[in-house]
């Protein structure tokens, strides 16, 4: 079994920055792309930005220039460095990442559990 495991939530003022983290942890022979997304309330679900294992990076418009995505991939953590933040980024965010198990198994999409981003003063 295979389990995302963020952490880095928390409440901060506009032009405040924080990190989150998502460690995969389990049976994972390798892990393919590897991404963010965030759900505010009354909103749907959204990507916020992808990396993949070469480290080819996507962000939504609203993020560029503040965002920073980034991978190690010898510990099969993905970070998400948040900077100038504002009120509209609060959401829960969600990690998320396709494994390629270590049963010869199929390639698996796993979600994280949500962390809480509340940007406000």
């Known amino acids: 079994q295979v389990q995302l495991v963020e952490s880095g939530g928390d409440l901060v003022q506009p032009g405040g920055s924080l990190r989150l983290s998502c460690a995969a942890t389990?049976?994972?022979?390798?892990?393919?792309?590897m991404g963010w997304y965030r759900q505010a309330p009354g909103k749907q679900r959204e990507l916020v930005a992808t990396i993949t294992s070469v480290h080819n990076i996507h962000y939504i418009d609203a993020v560029k220039g503040r965002f920073t995505i980034s991978r190690d991939n010898s510990k099969n953590t993905v970070y998400l460095q948040m900077n100038n933040l504002k009120p509209e980024d609060t959401a829960v965010y969600y990690c998320n990442a396709d494994v390629w198990p270590g049963d010869d198994g199929p390639l698996t999409e796993y979600w994280g559990q949500g962390t809480q981003v509340t940007v406000s003063s």
């Open positions: 389990g049976n994972i022979f390798s892990v393919n792309t």
